[in-house]
Structures are given as C-alpha cells and as structure tokens.
C-alpha cells in the first residue's frame, strides 16, 4: 500500500468510527467501545507507518481537484513533511489513549456513546488539518474541532457551568476565526492558490503584497483557537467538560492547531518584522500572566489549563524568533506530559471525590492510596517544571535557546526585541511553572488530617494509560539530536547559559514554594487545634474563621463538581480546617486578582457583553414600539375603513338609491359653482 494512501486513511479511519459510533450506539451498545478504540489505534498505526516511510527526507504531497470555482481553485491534498508525519503520531497515540481511558471514566455514564463518537470525529478533524495541504481543506478541519469542542465541553449539559463554558468556548473561538477566514482569503488572492507549497513559493518570491495584514488577521485566528492572550479566557472554563476531553483538547487537539497553523505557513508571518514582534508579546503576555493565575487556582484542572496556557506560550513565542523546529519540538513534548496530567488528575479526582486541592490538602495518605497516579504524576510534573533529564527539559531549553540566539543579533528576519522579550518571559515563566507544578504536587500528595479514602485500585484501563504515556514524558528529550533532521535542520539541544538560567530559575521557583509550603502547614496545625481547642472550652460550636470558611466554600463547590458524580463511590466528607496553600504568599496582594484570572472576563463583560446587550435592548425596543407600531398602524387603518364601508352595505335599495341621488346632487352643485368661479375668473 503506497504511503499516499496509508495518509488518506489515517483522518479517514476516525471519521468512520465516529459515523459507525452514533448510527449504533442506541441500537447496538456493544460495539461503541470497539468503535471507539479500534480505528483510533489504526489510525495511531497508521500515521506511525507514514512517519517511518517519511523519515524526515523528501515532503510526501499529492494533489487532486475538488472543485472548480472560477477563480482559485480547491484542492484535495496531502503535504506531510517531518513536521506533520510528528505531530500525526501525537495526535493518534494521544487520542487512542484518551478513548481507551474514557472506557472505564464514563463507564457509567449513559452518554458515552455520543461521546466516543465525538471524540473521534475531534481526532479525525485534527488529523485532516495536520495531513491537508490545501487551507480550505484545513478550515474544515479546524471548524469541525470547533464544533466538536462545543459538544465535549458541554457533556455535562445538565450544569450552568458546562453550558455556559460550551457557549464561551464556541464564541471566544468563533470570534478568532472571522478575521482567520479573511486572512486566509486574502492569502490566496495574493497567492494565487490555496495550496500550501504554491502559497510558500509566493512568499519565497516576494509575491505577498499585504504581508502585516494577512499575518495579523491569521494570528487572531491562532490566538483564539490556541488560547493566547488576549483570547484565552475560555480554555480554564472548558474544564467543565470530562477531564479526558480536557486531556485531548490540552495535547494533542485544538489548542495545538493554532501552533501548528503558524509552523506550517512560517514564512508567511516571518515576512512581516511587525509581526513577529507582536508575536512575542502576546507570548510574552500570555506565559507570565497564566503562570501567575495557575499559582493561585484551587481546582486541580484550572491549573493544569493555565500551564496549558503557559505551556502554548513558549511555543507561539518560538515561533516568534523564527524557530518552528524548537516551536514544534516542545508541542510534541508537552502533548506527552500534559496528556499524562490531565489523565493523572483524572484519576486524583476519582480517588479524593473532589476537584479542590484545598480538600486534597486536608486528606492524608493521597499518595498511597493512588500509588500510580502518585509516580505517573510526579514524573509528568517534573518535565512540566523543565528539571533535567526529562522531556520538558529539553524542549523549553531549545525555545530559550532560539530566544537567545535571535536576542544576541543573530537572526537576519526577527528583530532583536523579539529575543528579549521571549528570552526574559520564558527564564520567569520557567521559575512561575516550578512554582504552581510544586505547588499541586504538595496539596495533592502531602496533605495533613483526615485519612483519605480507599476506594481500591483504579481501572487498569485508567492506570495503564498513565504508564505509557510516562515514557515518553521521560525519555523523548533524548530525541533532541536526531529529531531535528525531521525539522529544518536546526540544533534543539540545550546551551550551558540557557540551561543554568532556566534550571536556576525553576530551583528558584521549586524551593520559594516548598518554604512556603511548609510555613503555610505550620499555621494551619495551629489555626486547627486553636479552633478545636476553643470550642472543647466553650463546649459549644465555635465560630469558623473567615479564612476556613472561605477554604470550605471552595472544596464544597469543587465537590459538586458534575464529574465528580461520576464516581460510584461514596464521597468523602470535607474535611474542615484551613487549607495549607503556599500560593497565597507566593503571590501576596496579587492573589485574589490571578485566583479569576486577572478579572479579564470581568473587562470584557463591561467592554463588549453589556454594550452589545444595550445595543440589543434598543433594536428591540425600535422593533417593537417603531416597526411594530408602523405595521400594526397599517393593518388598523384598514380595519378601520372597513369598518365605515360595512355600515354603509345595509342591502336596503331605497338607501342605495337614497345615496345616488344625494351623489348626483352634489356633483351638480360643485359643477355649477365650478363653472361659475370660470366665468369670473
């Protein structure tokens, strides 16, 4: 079977499983999880067999009309070079890892059906916009992930929070996609195609006519499809939805295309220095700002999706300094350990009976009961925090080290500030990330009081997936010397500056937070017995301190949380008592404004939600009392003349006659007194 037609199977496979999945899943129960496993791991397969047939030489393309359209054309095509053949096999391994977790997850759930087949139909969507070499073809993938994001985030339909969180996620992303869609018609006009290496060959040319505009109207695009400041406020709510969505979403889907959009069409944006310069302020923005917010969120998965932020940052600000290889290098690394977080956090949740780390961290012996979840995570963790030798290490050190090399003047296209900026955010995110990675290690698996609850071992279908993807958030770092023959070329291995620099800065952040950790446990032992002490003395209910009952609010809301009542067990009772969370003096005056995420959602209510609302109330209240008046007044007139012409059919023949000869006279009379004011005029 020829490689071409391997690559036309690999979207194709999950596409068919999604159709097969919602026409049986009523009718024949049996087959939805076959239907959802099996062609996402044909597909995984698959897109491994191209890769090894690529090998990161010679780009596999092959083109066929679509359509005609009169002007520029559409094409069905494939364009797979080392960069797609990767970034295919992430997004197999990944998915089927998803589906086969998801297996014991929502084992329970009646709506599994429906959502097996939507996240094969995500998988498919994705795979076709990484395969496509033609961008029309690519939207399609991009709309239909849209789509499918809406429904998976919204599983939980029942809640106001998945609702509203499906709605904001659609429009945030929606509103990204307008001027994506005219950016991509205004390439192809300049381009003369929709085709990938057509559009490349006129950028290689000097053929762009418009390059800042088509540059900035596709990144607005990127920045809401890959939760980028400032469009990113939708991502942490999408954690509403079921964590292994959140899990295919963070590593391998959605939020990756935009990276991957930019990766593909680099020289596009590279033509533009203005650009690129943009580029790296939104990074630069986008990774200390999520940083900042993660450290101060108490649900595990609000932290998880603020590193995600943080995490695409680095990748948008690589691509910034014109290094797509580095760029691509850590989207593949991250969708290793971020997948294995989220699906590990899973698996936290199931255990515990609670999103909050506030309750976690009043739950003793977390660790022991989830001896998987503990290890799995604690390795995802620390490649998270970039600590040598695992995968994040090595893959955020070849983004710092591309920041510095276009810093120091050596790039010919990207201006030297971009470096800088890239450079100096990164070297600080690195120390914000160590923080809130330390930080969520300590309350989940160190907490102090009640014993958790053992509930027995997770599923093997939960655990096992953990495990596999631990090896590659270890060892793929190691692929740093031969992975850059499969890119441009370019070396991805660490320098001694940056690697001091970004290990430092990680110890840093990694130390503070222990410290902090532990003064914070220290007051809350003593804040517990001071309260149990008093109210033994008083003999009766003492009063809770504002700081325990804002902590208990918080662990009571995170356990109603929609996923939690998929668990079958009983729930744990919240333990009371101050949470011991470093992340309050980490951040001192700055916390409560990063714990809602900068009050953004709250700017964006005043600036465009309550103006479009009044605007709204008033072309409802013209249409109602101006227009409505208007037709309203039209068909009463009419009514009205009716009315007077009804009254006159009475159907008696003498008032008819009555009428005529009144009529005639005065018709008479108007002629004579006409005729009359002639002759004296």
């Keep these: 079977m020829s490689t071409t037609t391997l690559a036309v199977l690999v979207p194709l496979l999950p596409f068919l499983g999604a159709v097969a999945g919602l026409l049986l899943g009523r009718t024949a129960p049996g087959f939805v999880r076959p239907l959802a496993i099996l062609p996402t791991l044909g597909a995984a397969v698959l897109a491994v067999l191209v890769a090894v047939r690529q090998g ?60 097996a087949a939507l996240v094969s139909l995500f998988t498919s969507a994705m795979l076709l916009v990484v395969y496509s070499g033609d961008l029309m073809v690519l939207l399609v993938g991009w709309e239909v992930m849209g789509i499918c994001s809406y429904f998976l985030v919204g599983h939980y339909w029942e809640t106001e929070a998945a609702r509203s ?40 040319a000097g053929g762009l006519d418009h390059p800042t505009l088509i540059a900035l109207l596709l990144l607005a695009g990127v920045a809401g499809k890959s939760a980028q400041f400032p469009l990113h406020t939708w991502l942490p709510d999408a954690m509403a939805g079921p964590t292994p969505v959140s899990a295919l979403i963070h590593a391998a889907t959605m939020v990756a295309a935009g990276v991957y959009f930019i990766a593909r069409l680099l020289p596009v944006f590279a033509a533009s220095g203005a650009t ?39 990748m948008v600000g690589a691509l910034a300094v014109g290094d797509r290889g580095a760029a691509v290098f850590h989207l593949l690394s991250h969708g290793a350990f971020k997948a294995l977080l989220f699906l590990g956090a899973g698996v936290i949740i199931h255990a515990a009976g609670t999103n909050s780390l506030g309750v976690m961290s009043r739950m003793d012996g977390l660790a022991k009961r989830i001896p998987d979840a503990f290890w799995t995570m604690t390795i995802a963790l620390l490649a998270l925090a970039a600590v040598p030798p695992f995968a994040g290490f090595f893959s955020k050190e070849a983004v710092l080290v591309a920041a510095e090399h276009t810093a120091t003047g050596h790039s010919e296209f990207v201006p030297s500030a971009a470096g800088w900026l890239v450079l100096v955010a990164g070297l600080l995110t690195a120390l914000l990330t160590a923080a809130y990675a330390t930080r969520l ?5 160190r907490g102090r009081g009640v014993a958790a609850p053992d509930h027995g071992k ?58 902090l950790w532990q003064r914070a446990s220290a007051k809350a032992v003593l804040a517990t017995a001071a309260s149990t002490g008093a109210g033994a003395a008083a003999g009766t209910e003492t009063e809770v301190p504002a700081a325990v ?50 009050h953004l ?81």
Excluded at 79 to 102: P, R
Excluded at 283 to 303: H, N
Aim: glycine share 10%; charged share 15%.
């Design 56 to 115: 990161g030489g010679e780009t596999i393309s092959a083109a066929t009309e679509l359509t005609p359209t009169g002007s520029v054309p559409i094409d069905l095509s494939l364009y797979i070079d080392g960069f797609a053949a990767l970034v295919a096999v992430l997004v197999g391994v990944v998915a089927t890892c998803v589906q086969l977790y998801s297996t014991a997850y929502l084992r329970e759930d009646p709506r599994y059906p429906s959502y």
């Design 165 to 204: 969180a499906s709605l904001k996620a659609f429009l945030v992303t929606k509103l990204g996609d307008v001027p994506f869609l005219i950016g991509l018609f205004a390439l192809a006009a300049d381009a003369g195609s929709f085709e990938i290496p057509k559009i490349l060959g006129t950028v290689a």
């Design 276 to 314: 690129l310069v943009v580029m790296a302020v939104m990074a630069a923005v986008t990774m200390v700002g999520s940083g900042l917010a993660a450290i101060a969120q108490d649900d595990i998965k609000r932290v998880l999706a603020y590193s995600t932020i943080g995490q695409l940052g680095y």
């Design 441 to 445: 290690w300590l309350m989940a698996f």
């Design 458 to 515: 997770e599923p093997l279908a939960m655990t096992g997936v953990l495990w596999l993807l631990a090896i590659p958030s270890i060892g793929f770092g190691l692929a740093a010397g031969p992975i850059s023959d499969w890119f441009d070329g370019g070396e991805l291995t660490p320098t001694l500056v940056t690697s001091v620099l970004g290990t430092g800065a990680a110890a840093i952040g990694a130390m503070l937070t222990y410290a």
């Design 549 to 598: 009952a804002v902590a208990v609010a918080a662990a009571e809301s995170a356990a109603e949380a929609p996923e939690v009542a998929e668990v079958t067990h009983d729930h744990p009772a919240v333990p009371t008592g101050p949470a011991a969370d470093p992340g309050k003096a980490f951040l001192g005056p700055l916390h409560r404004h990063a714990a809602v995420g900068f």
């Design 601 to 681: 959602d709250a700017v964006y209510d005043r600036l465009f939600v309550r103006p479009v609302r009044a605007a709204a109330s008033l072309v409802r209240f013209l249409d109602r009392e101006v227009v409505d008046t208007y037709v309203r007044g039209a068909g009463t007139g009419t009514q009205l003349l009716g009315s007077l012409v009804r009254r006159a059919q009475t159907g008696n023949v003498q008032s008819y006659l009555s009428a005529l000869l009144a009529g005639a006279v005065v018709l008479a009379i108007a002629t004579a007194v006409l005729a009359n004011v002639n002759v004296g005029s």
